[in-house]
């Protein structure tokens, strides 16, 4: 009797949902496509971030309020390269909305439109939280976050055509202001060239590629794996023959391991926003990365 | 029409191979203008690609000694996904492999509570070391539009049986979800949950108690998502109610039936939770069960009627931040009621030569609350108390022969788990258990459990 009742509701709900939408509705997995979405969706998408700086994104649950949001949207925008494999894949199937399955216009992975680096040469556990399809951290690239709007503005001219102009006028208008911040920060950045540094977690591949930091060694002994004490000495061990000039880490990690190294080796911890919302500094894409460089340049003095 | 559509397909197909030189129309000239720009941006994405691989080979070069770029560089920035092409269309296998110490006080055969009619399966296991269940886990896309999903479970006893094996529809809009096969039903929290995935070892006496550890259907469940901000989802089940608390009948009809509505959202950025109600009907022929009878001993009985359950649940997690990896608290509880309503026989082995029939009907309820802290990265403390209420069940005749004094068991258990990595997990686990007057269980476990294969799903 409950059920009749229920799919009463639900044929009334959805019909006066259906007409209703006038925006897109994104739903961003992690706050860099979210915060990207907004730049080029304007007043024209409703972006709901699933995720905030301070988590980390390998270890998030499929939560209702997650399944509830993904039941409404008309996008989803996820990193892919299997960061979000542990809940997004459930989410999408307990929410009941076709349109954001992978493969459907409705879902997109930025991964797909960047070259991902450090594919794992060995694909085993025993390597720890390893990515098949390389490392997925890309945001961590001014450059891969152009090459991702590019291929983002697409999508959503064409899940909204009414309002394809304005998409194409506002990925300009992000595309021109994004090239003028990539040229500044790497003229910025250019003391930081061949500084080396230490990584608590490989999640700055792509940050120091594009800067052409050094990487000497990361504080996981695998991706993924709390360091030991033990491990932490070998790696201090490397830092006394070939020095550091600091130690890396983001925002949603444990302080312990980079202090315990960086009081031994006498190098400067640096905490990087990591992504929007990262710190008090990383309002939107552009700080987070003004934030960034900021802290490297300090960091590295 | 169709003549002419075959004509310019074929024309469109020469085309393509550039040697054969036909005279083109303005279209066919756009056609291949096209493909050469199609070309010639593939081509510029690799160039950047290799481009970017060589910086950060580059960067990455630890010599200042110009090394020569890997070969490895080649890979085309537009193919990032390349499954082996025999691995591409299987489905993802995951195995879970667990075993354990188990030092049990009272002997496991003696296991059972007072007016409480225990499955034939529920039991705290065996003494010493033993071999927990495996499992297999097979999951894909079929289609467009179903997705299956197969779980197998070996028992340590080396029998084989099919845990879940479902399909889903996975292409119906309006956040309408079927399933169908045999699968956990959705009623309560814990009950959709495999065993490995549980905070303890073993169920809560509730589960045990009033549903044979798990609820299975076999069956047809739809799930309804309503379109708002925090969960409301609605569910209904139908099945054939073999499983405990119902039994096979031999009948055309459906023998279980439930329904359930889950709501759930975040409290800020570190709190969520979900809260549900449930019920479920089923109907049992000669459901086998044990009781103490007023000797002590434990008799086998019957039971035929009608089973309705009532659950209401919750479950609140926290994590500062959102960020579960660090620290995170979770509390959960259950809280069952369950009317029965039938036949039941005593001695329905006749083992003791006592076999005897007559109306039987009771009202019971169970509830566990357990509270789980991850205090450091890795490590997690819990602990978790349990109850059953088994109120004053009507026996009709067979009184005379069962205990019936009033007793509500009560468990306490305390667990102390190290999860080095998503994929592994060793535990140990101490419960007093008080099951009927003068019979009070103290058990050990020491349990592992080891995850391979396919990456799981965080369920909430």
């Known amino acids: 009797m409950h059920t009749i009742r229920n799919w009463l509701l639900a044929t009334a709900l959805v019909a006066i949902v259906a007409p209703a939408h006038a925006v897109l509705n994104v739903f961003a997995t992690v706050p860099e496509w979210g915060a990207l979405t907004e730049e080029l969706g304007g007043d024209k998408v409703k972006v709901y971030t699933a995720t905030n700086a301070l988590q980390d994104p390998h270890h998030v649950e499929a939560k209702p309020s997650l399944i509830a ?41 930025a991964a797909a439109y960047v070259t991902l680096l450090d594919k794992p040469a060995r694909l085993d556990r025993a390597e720890g939280d390893v990515h098949a399809a390389g490392d997925p951290h890309i945001q961590t690239d001014p450059r891969n976050i152009a090459r991702v709007a590019t291929a983002l503005a697409t999508r959503l001219a064409e899940l909204d055509p009414a309002n394809a102009d304005m998409y194409r006028t506002r990925y300009q208008a992000f595309d021109d202001k994004w090239r003028a911040a990539i040229a500044r920060w790497e003229r910025e950045g250019t003391p930081l060239r061949g500084v080396p540094v230490l990584v608590q977690h490989k999640a700055f591949t792509y940050l120091i590629a594009w800067l052409g930091l050094k990487q000497i060694a990361a504080l996981e002994p695998k991706p993924g794996v709390e360091p030991t004490v033990a491990y932490l000495s070998e790696v201090l061990a490397t830092v006394q023959r070939q020095p550091a000039k600091m130690v890396l880490r983001a925002a949603y990690q444990g302080d312990r391991p980079s202090q315990w190294i960086a009081e031994r080796a006498k190098i400067a911890p640096v905490v990087l926003p990591f992504t929007v919302g990262g710190d008090a500094e990383a309002k939107d894409l552009t700080s987070l990365f003004d934030d960034t460089i900021a802290r490297l340049l300090k960091g590295a003095q | 029409m169709s003549r002419s559509f075959w004509a310019t397909a074929l024309l469109a197909s020469l ?36 481009e970017d691989r060589l910086k950060a080979a580059e960067a990455a070069a630890p010599a200042p000694a110009a090394a020569p770029a890997p070969a490895a560089a080649a890979t085309p920035a537009s193919t ?18 667990q075993g354990n110490y188990q030092y049990l006080k009272q002997d496991p055969a003696q296991y059972a509570f007072n007016n409480i009619q225990l499955g034939e399966e529920t039991s705290p296991g065996r003494r010493g070391f033993g071999l927990g269940e495996s499992e297999i886990n097979f999951s894909a896309s079929v289609d467009h539009l179903f997705a299956g999903s197969l779980t197998v479970s070996l028992a340590p006893d080396n029998s084989v049986s099919v845990e879940e094996a479902y399909g889903l529809v996975t292409a119906l809009p309006y956040g309408i979800v079927p399933k169908f096969g045999r699968f956990f039903s959705g009623v309560g929290y814990m009950n959709e949950q495999h065993q490995h995935a549980w905070d303890f070892q073993d169920a809560p006496l509730a ?82 069960g044990r009781l103490p009878d007023t000797a002590g001993n434990i008799t086998q009985t019957s039971f035929g009627g009608k089973t ?41 082995d006749g083992a003791l030569g006592l076999t005897q029939t007559d109306a039987y009907s009771a009202n019971q309820s169970g509830w566990y609350l357990q509270g789980i802290w991850q205090f450091v990265p890795m490590w997690r403390v819990g602990f978790r108390y349990d109850r059953l209420n088994q109120g004053t069940p009507d026996y009709g005749a067979n009184a005379a022969f069962l205990a019936t004094d009033p007793f509500s068991p009560q468990r306490s258990t305390l667990m102390f788990d190290w999860t080095p990595s998503e994929f592994s997990r060793v535990r140990i686990q101490y419960a007093q258990n008080k099951e009927r007057p003068g019979f009070t269980d103290n058990e050990f476990f020491l349990q592992y459990i080891l995850t391979l294969g396919a990456h799981g799903a965080h369920k909430f």
Do not use: C
């Open chain 1, 69 to 109: 949001r993904a039941r409404n949207a008309d996008l989803v925008v996820a990193t892919g390269a299997e960061l979000e494999v542990g809940w997004l894949p459930l989410v999408i199937q307990q929410a009941g909305n076709p349109k954001v399955r992978p493969g459907q216009p409705g879902h997109f992975e």
């Open chain 2, 80 to 97: 990032p996904y390349s499954a082996s092409m025999l691995a591409a269309f299987n489905p993802g296998i995951a195995v879970v492999l």
């Open chain 2, 15 to 50: 085309l393509v191979t550039p040697s054969i030189a036909l005279a083109a129309t303005d279209a066919e000239l756009a056609e291949i203008r096209d493909q050469i720009k199609q070309m010639k941006e593939s081509y510029e994405t690799r160039i950047r690609a290799l």
């Open chain 2, 308 to 348: 309705r359950t009532t659950i209401a649940d919750f479950v609140w997690k926290y994590a500062p931040d959102g960020n579960a990896t660090r620290t995170n608290f979770k509390l959960q509880g259950e809280y069952f009621w369950q009317r029965a309503s039938g036949d039941l026989t005593y001695d329905s």
């Open chain 2, 207 to 288: 589960y045990q108690a009033f549903f044979g550890n798990q609820f299975t259907q076999d069956g047809l469940q739809i799930k309804w998502v309503a379109p708002t901000d925090i969960l409301l989802e609605f569910g209904a089940e139908i099945g054939n109610g073999d499983a405990f608390p119902g039994s096979p009948r031999n009948s055309n009809g459906a023998g279980a039936w439930s329904g359930f509505v889950h709501a759930g959202g975040d409290v800020g950025a570190s709190s969520s939770w979900r809260a549900g109600v449930s019920y479920l009907e089923t109907k049992a022929v000669d459901r086998v």
